[in-house]
Nanobody
């Protein structure tokens, strides 16, 4: 199973970006999916998660600005980021709980995509 993230880049403060992360491989089902980020010199932190049923959870720092969504048919999770701030600068990682068979599931991480917000 692989998670391929894309969509990062350089944007000015107040701008928007949309991240995508597609899961591929031997997938029976996917449970929760999420986005995390790690800024230079800081620990990785949760940004947002979404369950297979569509329930979402957000870090307080991004509530009202970021929206997580998923397309179960495409095994893809998205993160729409609006009103970006310089403090959103980080490497963003996608994460998914993948069920490979009824008795085998595991967490997988994408390779990370860099988001840089200039002031």
């Amino acid at each position: 199973v692989q998670l391929q993230a894309s969509g990062g880049g350089l944007v000015q403060a107040g701008g928007s970006l949309r991240l995508s992360c597609a899961a591929s491989g031997s997938i029976f089902a996917i449970g929760y999916m999420g986005w995390y980020r790690q800024a230079p010199g800081k620990q990785r932190e949760l940004v947002a998660t979404i369950t297979s049923g569509g329930s979402t959870n957000y870090a307080d720092s991004v509530k009202g600005r970021f929206t997580i969504s998923r397309d179960n048919a495409k095994n893809t999770v998205y993160l729409q980021m609006n009103s970006l701030k310089p403090e959103d600068t980080a490497v963003y990682y996608c994460n998914a709980q993948v069920v490979m068979s009824p008795r085998h599931h595991s967490d997988f991480w994408g390779q990370g995509t860099l988001v840089t917000v200039s002031s």
